[in-house]
T-cell receptor, first 111, second 116 residues
Framework: DQQVKQNSPSLSVQEGRISILNCDYT??????FLWYKKYPAEGPTFLIS?????DKNEDGRFTVFLNKSAKHLSLHIVPSQPGDSAVYFC??????????FGTGTSLTVIP | EAGVVQSPRYKIIEKKQPVAFWCNPI?????LYWYLQNLGQGPELLIR????????DSQLPKDRFSAERLKGVDSTLKIQPAELGDSAVYLC??????????????FGPGTRLTVL
């Protein structure tokens, strides 16, 4: 049973435009959410996180939005750059400190 | 600061053979994770250590998988015997504090296992 879902396997965006990556979850006990970025042949790298008590967290070009009532979070990248091309994983943590990952969205930023 | 180190990076074995993966976490990190990542999927937790204690091994297939973290530093994950379905990337991650709920996990590059 997939508790964290990323329904878009891939996304293509023009350089300079906004990239929006989406993630849905089913477990209301998740209290912390993270986004990881992964390049080929490397492990995931932490990008940004948000606590369940917040609805927005911003770090430079990256902003994560959390809608608890909809059990939905999104990652906005603006402006998108070719170096942002990677696979992005959404992850959620429950109160037992267990992490669950989505299946990833492959982002391609077209120069 | 050195990141999480894993070896080997790639391993090809025949089914029914044993295999072992090694992980050296970031210096000073008390929590260590082993994840399994199948193609097109996200990482799935196999086992989590806080220092040398396995605090969550509920997803570890104990009939063929074993892990240890002696002295609370390096860790080894073993599969014996390997099956075709074990072909995947095995990721190790670490985070600074035992039970640190706000801590970020730092991942190693993974070991890609192919079972023929």
């Amino acid at each position: 049973d997939q508790q964290v879902k990323q329904n878009s396997p891939s996304l293509s965006v023009q350089e300079g435009r906004i990239s929006i990556l989406n993630c849905d979850y089913t477990n209301s006990m998740f209290d912390y959410f993270l986004w990881y970025k992964k390049y080929p042949a490397e492990g995931p790298t932490f990008l940004i996180s948000i606590s369940s008590i917040k609805d927005k967290n911003e770090d430079g070009r990256f902003t994560v939005f959390l809608n608890k009532s909809a059990k939905h979070l999104s990652l906005h990248i603006v402006p998108s750059q070719p170096g942002d091309s990677a696979v992005y994983f959404c992850a959620a943590r429950n109160t037992g400190n267990q992490f669950y990952f989505g299946t990833g969205t492959s982002l391609t930023v077209i120069p | 600061e050195a990141g999480v180190v894993q070896s080997p990076r790639y391993k090809i074995i025949e089914k029914k053979q044993p295999v072992a993966f090694w992980c050296n976490p970031i210096s000073g990190h008390n929590t260590l994770y082993w994840y399994l990542q199948n193609l097109g999927q996200g990482p799935e937790l196999l086992i989590r250590y806080e220092n040398e204690e396995a605090v969550d091994d509920s997803q570890l297939p104990k009939d063929r998988f074993s892990a240890e973290r002696l002295k609370g530093v390096d860790s080894t994950l073993k599969i014996q015997p390997a099956e075709l379905g074990d072909s995947a990337v095995y990721l190790c991650a670490s985070s600074p504090r035992a039970g640190g709920r706000g801590d970020t996990q730092y991942f190693g590059p993974g070991t890609r296992l192919t079972v023929l």
